[in-house]
């Protein structure tokens, strides 16, 4: 009795449906796959439709993508949904090189993701670093149309602002504006901060005039971004005028923008205006995170109020809202007092209950150390 085409691919949805209880292995169903080509009757749509299927169904990335690329070799077409469903997959799972050969695969059948996959997929791209991979993606599509909003390249903008390629920005920005896009708060942002990240004082007012003028209005981030821009430039006055701004426009500072207030605050010893800034918090309903504390606890140390941060410091574990960074105030607090032993043993022991110090853990304790000439 000879097998035909009908008896391998049930076979194989056979092997499928044993797969998804884990009877049989991906090896055997791949010796079926084999055999056939080898022996015949040849596989054909369905067989690979079968194989494909079953791998989607079972989340098996590498070997969806096996198949699609053995699809192509045979010269069949996989359908727009199983391409789809493997991209989507691999976006899901984080695999963006493995996203990246499916999506090169789509290209070959001009295929194109879906809006939901694509705007995911620039942004991890994007977030992960690869601003190559994520402008590859969208020039591909940008000149076949395929670029469906704003939410699609804002990703890029901010990638390549936060590498110091605003210019690079500007020429995307301008592209798109003039392919007829309208930029959200989040485009205008996104080169704000690159401006201010290359020290561009001039653009960074210019093109918040820009933005206004343009009917787009700055949010909370806009503003936070242009008032650590201020503090770290040595600008108080004019930092706390657009705080002052901010507010007058109905744009309350968040507990982010009010970190870095406090922390320029006790850069420069104003305590009065600390106490009047942590009431203001406590009337807005902004309780203190770690980055409220670091900045508290750090300014107590700056100023020499090394027993004060302690007790500080003491209350917030016993509030469990303390991180590495706050504990790496803790043990600097430990060792001004000359007591590194005590602060090694307190990491010891921090770290049998799940603690993970950072390099500056270990380099306070070892200057510590030094300090002490307990080395």
């Given at each position: 009795m000879?097998?035909?085409?009908?008896?391998?691919n049930?076979g194989?949805?056979?092997?499928?449906?044993?797969?998804k209880s884990k009877?049989?292995?991906?090896q055997?169903l791949?010796e079926?796959?084999?055999?056939?080509?080898?022996f015949?009757?040849p596989?054909?749509?369905?067989?690979?439709?079968?194989l494909l299927?079953?791998m989607?169904?079972?989340?098996d990335?590498?070997?969806?993508?096996?198949?699609?690329e053995?699809?192509?070799?045979?010269?069949?077409?996989?359908?727009?949904?199983?391409?789809s469903k493997?991209l989507?997959?691999?976006?899901?799972?984080?695999?963006?090189?493995?996203g990246?050969?499916?999506f090169?695969l789509?290209?070959r059948y001009?295929?194109?993701p879906t809006?939901?996959?694509?705007?995911?997929?620039?942004?991890?791209l994007?977030?992960?670093g690869?601003?190559?991979d994520a402008c590859?993606?969208?020039s591909?599509l940008?000149?076949k149309?395929?670029?469906?909003?704003v939410?699609c390249?804002?990703?890029?903008l901010q990638a390549l602002?936060?590498?110091?390629?605003?210019?690079?920005?500007?020429?995307?920005?301008?592209?798109m504006?003039k392919?007829?896009f309208?930029h959200s708060?989040c485009?205008?942002?996104?080169l704000?901060?690159g401006?201010?990240?290359?020290?561009?004082q001039d653009?960074v007012f210019?093109?918040l005039?820009f933005?206004?003028?343009?009917?787009?209005k700055?949010n909370v981030?806009?503003y936070?971004?242009?008032?650590?821009?201020?503090f770290?430039n040595?600008?108080?006055e004019e930092?706390?005028?657009?705080?002052?701004k901010?507010e007058?426009?109905r744009?309350?500072?968040?507990?982010?923008?009010?970190?870095?207030i406090l922390?320029?605050?006790f850069?420069?010893d104003r305590?009065?205006?600390?106490s009047?800034l942590?009431?203001?918090?406590?009337?807005?309903?902004l309780s203190p995170d770690?980055y409220?504390y670091a900045?508290?606890c750090?300014?107590?140390?700056?100023?020499?109020?090394?027993?004060?941060?302690?007790?500080l410091?003491?209350d917030?574990?016993?509030?469990?809202a303390a991180?590495?960074?706050v504990?790496n105030?803790?043990?600097q607090?430990?060792?001004?007092?000359?007591k590194?032993?005590?602060?090694?043993s307190?990491?010891?022991?921090?770290?049998?209950?799940?603690?993970k110090?950072?390099?500056?853990?270990?380099?306070?304790?070892l200057s510590g150390?030094c300090k002490?000439k307990?080395?």
């Amino acid at each position: 009795m000879f097998l035909t085409i009908l008896n391998y691919n049930r076979g194989c949805r056979v092997m499928l449906s044993q797969l998804k209880s884990k009877n049989t292995c991906w090896q055997e169903l791949v010796e079926i796959y084999t055999g056939m080509k080898r022996f015949g009757p040849p596989p054909v749509a369905s067989t690979f439709n079968t194989l494909l299927n079953g791998m989607l169904l079972l989340g098996d990335l590498k070997h969806a993508i096996f198949i699609v690329e053995e699809m192509y070799r045979n010269h069949f077409v996989p359908s727009f949904t199983s391409l789809s469903k493997t991209l989507k997959m691999a976006v899901k799972v984080g695999n963006l090189l493995d996203g990246l050969l499916v999506f090169k695969l789509m290209l070959r059948y001009d295929y194109h993701p879906t809006e939901p996959t694509l705007n995911k997929f620039i942004l991890m791209l994007s977030d992960a670093g690869m601003v190559s991979d994520a402008c590859f993606v969208f020039s591909v599509l940008l000149r076949k149309s395929y670029i469906y909003s704003v939410y699609c390249y804002n990703p890029i903008l901010q990638a390549l602002c936060k590498t110091s390629r605003s210019y690079t920005t500007l020429q995307l920005f301008y592209l798109m504006k003039k392919k007829g896009f309208v930029h959200s708060v989040c485009s205008y942002t996104a080169l704000i901060y690159g401006f201010c990240r290359e020290g561009m004082q001039d653009n960074v007012f210019q093109w918040l005039d820009f933005m206004q003028n343009n009917g787009c209005k700055p949010n909370v981030i806009t503003y936070m971004i242009i008032v650590k821009f201020l503090f770290d430039n040595g600008k108080f006055e004019e930092a706390m005028n657009f705080v002052s701004k901010m507010e007058r426009e109905r744009c309350n500072p968040d507990l982010l923008t009010y970190n870095v207030i406090l922390r320029e605050l006790f850069h420069r010893d104003r305590l009065d205006d600390i106490s009047e800034l942590i009431q203001v918090m406590d009337q807005k309903g902004l309780s203190p995170d770690s980055y409220s504390y670091a900045a508290l606890c750090g300014g107590l140390l700056k100023i020499g109020k090394v027993g004060d941060a302690c007790e500080l410091l003491l209350d917030i574990f016993s509030n469990g809202a303390a991180d590495v960074a706050v504990y790496n105030i803790y043990f600097q607090c430990l060792c001004q007092e000359n007591k590194s032993r005590e602060a090694l043993s307190q990491l010891k022991r921090k770290m049998k209950v799940g603690f993970k110090p950072n390099n500056v853990s270990y380099n306070t304790i070892l200057s510590g150390f030094c300090k002490e000439k307990k080395y």
